[in-house]
């Protein structure tokens, strides 16, 4: 069959193995998407559904050309507790607060519609100047490394499991023929789930009580709870406390579309525009939220598939959110997921979260970046290290009052800022994403 680095054409693959990439590319994204409302209370189900939901909405806006999936972001976790937290002290139950926090998302993700105006308005050449390779690298480099903690937390619960998923993944993916080659993330996670089903570490009792069609959204767990309850002045503090967040968020969706740019070799920033992309995350978060589901993000994940399958075609995406669609009416699939050892999420994750960190490597290497230059090596010296320092030192998150900034969204502040503002250039030429010279960039 093809070579190991030939770029595979979904639709010359066939419908059936775009299905089958299609479920791959969902598997990739289920722990991390999942996980997000585990830790807040959310419901999987309706998360499940507005994936899909948030998806086919960016595909759209972004003209179908952008292969990314859009799941749960990890952003606003601080932004959901302190929420909760604060409903809870005024005699709230916590399905009411979060409903509460939605708002606040969902009022977020209003800024992006801004940042893509601005982007709109000025162009994308004036808005990317203030995003170099050696700003966006590092930061790419860092959005992998930062992840890479919950994928050793989750390998550590066993790292049988763990390896086995890895052993697999790797061994389909470097001597894998034919559909096996472009399987490998799907095999991985078949494999180490059965070995943990036969070892007795994954309980069913729960899939087995769950039903197998329900109606995932309920009245009370969507932003329609916050107006009939109408405490305005909570309404007020979480739309404060929560907003901000938007700005981490907009750095991380720049990064995660450069990474998706280099990973398929298509200037998406450019065609069909950062303004499209910008604006089909908003709407995705904005509405996944106003139904009670996490605000949406595109996933890195997915970008790791991308890299490992060469399987670029959009299409495959798309279906993998059709499937999260009709999967959020099945509660006993969404259990079923729930069960997935974390080992199993962690061996897979493991591998993508690595995959993402070496895009960015690369992207440093390939824009020939000159990390002799003092002012180059500052930059990204500071965002590597406050993206992971803040990460793993000030556990995720700096609290400003009610306002939680992530480490990753420090970073990209104080590397853009640190890039504008220090004297001297790259002294390079930037090349595009098929190779042709776009000319100098010049730094203030």
Known sequence: MESQNAIYDARQLGKPRMVILGVQHLFAMFGATVLVPLITGLDVSVTLLFAGIGTLLFHFISKWNVPAFLGSSFAFLGGYASVKEMGVDQGL????????????????????????????????EKIMHYFPPVVTGPIVIAIGLVLSGSAIANCQTNWLLAIIAIVVVISSSVWGKGIVKII???????????????????????????AWVGFPISKDRTVLAV?????????????????????????????????ISSTVG???????????????????????????????????????????????????????????????????????????????????????????????????????????????????????????GVKYGANDDIAIGPIHISGLAIAAIVGIFLNAIMPGKLGMKVKSFHGKDKGPIHNS
């Open 93 to 124: 139950t916590e399905t009411l607060a979060l409903d509460y926090a939605c708002l606040g998302v969902a009022c977020a993700g209003l800024m992006y519609f801004i940042m893509a105006a601005l982007i709109k308005f000025f162009g994308i």
């Open 184 to 210: 490998p993330i799907l095999l991985g996670v078949i494999a180490s789930y059965v070995i943990a089903a036969l070892m007795g570490e994954v309980d069913f009792t729960p899939v087995s009580e769950a």
């Open 227 to 259: 107006f009939e309850d109408g405490n305005s002045t909570l309404m007020l503090s979480s739309i404060l406390a929560i907003m901000p967040i938007a700005f981490a968020t907009i750095m991380e969706h720049i990064g995660d579309m450069l990474a």
């Open 266 to 388: 298509k200037d998406f920033l450019t065609q069909p525009g950062l303004h499209r992309t910008l604006t089909g995350d908003g709407v995705a978060t904005a509405v996944a939220s106003m139904f009670g589901a996490p605000a949406n993000t595109t996933y890195g994940e997915n970008t790791g598939v991308l890299n490992l399958t060469k399987v670029f075609d959009p299409k495959v995406i798309r279906i993998a959110a059709c499937i999260a669609i009709l999967l959020a009416f099945c509660p006993k699939f969404a259990s079923l997921i729930q069960q997935m050892p974390a080992a199993t999420i962690g061996g897979v994750s493991l591998i993508l979260y690595g995959m993402i960190s070496a895009v960015g490597v690369r992207n440093l290497i390939e824009e020939n970046v000159d990390l002799k230059s003092s002012r180059n090596v500052f930059v990204a010296a500071l965002i590597l290290v406050l993206a992971i």
